[in-house]
């Protein structure tokens, strides 16, 4: 596997962060030198993923560590979690890093919760490879797919969710295809999943969003595979807008729909999809396409960043800790323990 770019990078005193919002055009670095920046760069789509925002948040309650109080870890926690409603992996890696602060003395700080930090960003790393293996079983031989958004590396701290198990699978000669939606309106498909794809020579082609239902009635696709930013007790998928319409295409085919999510995405707390906050963003995002108004003066427009799959939608989830099929509240309690 190609070597990847570093993406976020851990200084002691600053998160050094590739700016993913200049991708593919340019390799740009912003350093993050309080937890209010690191908020900013997770707000402002800087760095994105659910895993990884995830560890960007433990890096920002690491850098607020450095002032060895409480209440700066508490102000930090209120800003990183206000900074994206909808992954919860960012929350539970700040309750995380809390927890271990309440029992460290004030002196201590600094070094335990960067040493926690990182064991957070290896964590991530290792989930990535199993569920690549676990994921990759699931395919048959050179299968095409389909994926949405990005679930890479650059999602993540590792290889990715749904993209660790492409990789995987392609090393296995279980992928041959990979079809990436481009995902309005920040493309992460166009512009993050494909510049992965195509660094490691991994056979891939670029549709917009709505041509998935077509492709599947004109050709043959084997597996859908994405990534989740959070995952409800019942089992009901979220992750990228575009990803439920995608499920309900998937089914209407027959094709398998496959999720891949560490234990971290998972919030046993929320009962099903419809407690989970969907994040909506400014309007003008959709609205402009790289600052280029494309549509008229005045027009309105929403902004949903993500939706929800019902778990009798998704064929398998696909975890560090195993496979959940089928999805359902009992096999997701068994899972997580
Ligand atoms: O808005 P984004 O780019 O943070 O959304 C990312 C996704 O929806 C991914 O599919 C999800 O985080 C899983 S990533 C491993």
Not at 15 to 25: G, I, K, M, T
Not at 104 to 131: H, I, K, Q, V
Request: charged share 25%; net charge positive.
């Amino acid at each position: 596997m190609a070597r990847p770019i570093p993406h976020i990078v851990w200084k002691r005193d600053r998160l050094r962060v590739l700016d993913q919002r200049e991708l593919p055009r340019r390799i740009v670095y912003v350093d993050c030198r309080t937890p209010r920046e690191v908020a900013k760069a997770i707000k402002d789509m800087a760095l994105r993923g659910a895993p990884l925002i995830g560890c960007a948040a433990a890096f920002g309650m690491a850098l607020a560590a450095r002032r060895r109080s409480v209440r700066a870890l508490d102000a930090a926690a209120e800003v990183l979690v206000k900074s994206r409603p909808t992954a919860v992996n960012l929350a539970h890696a700040v309750s995380a890093m809390r927890e271990l602060a309440r029992s460290t003395p004030p002196a201590g700080l600094p070094e335990r919760l960067a040493r926690a930090a990182e064991r957070y960003y290896r964590d991530d790393l290792s989930f990535n490879r199993r569920m690549g293996v676990l994921g990759a079983a699931l395919l048959p031989r050179g299968a095409v797919v389909i994926t949405h958004c990005n679930a890479g590396a650059l999602a993540t701290s590792g290889i990715g969710t749904a993209l660790g198990v492409i990789r995987e699978a392609f090393r296995q000669g279980r992928v041959a295809h990979v079809y990436a939606d481009e995902t309005r309106p920040y493309l992460q498909g166009s512009r993050l999943t494909l510049w992965e794809l195509m660094q490691e020579g991994i056979p891939c082609t670029l549709i917009t969003d709505s041509m998935a239902a077509h492709l599947m009635k004109v050709q043959r696709i084997d597996a859908v595979i994405v990534g989740s930013d959070r995952i409800a007790a019942n089992g009901d998928v979220c992750n990228k807008i575009g990803t439920y319409g995608l499920a309900i295409v998937a089914r209407h085919h027959r094709v398998p729909f496959y999720a891949v999510a560490p234990t971290t995405t998972f919030d046993p707390g929320t009962a099903d999809g419809s407690g989970i906050p969907i994040e909506e963003r400014s309007a003008k995002e959709v609205l402009e396409l790289s600052g280029i108004p494309i549509a008229p003066v005045g027009a309105r427009a929403r902004h949903f960043a993500f939706d929800v799959t019902p778990a009798r939608l998704v064929t398998a989830i696909v975890t560090e800790k195993g496979v959940i099929r089928p999805v359902n509240a009992a096999r997701v309690k068994r899972l997580l323990g």
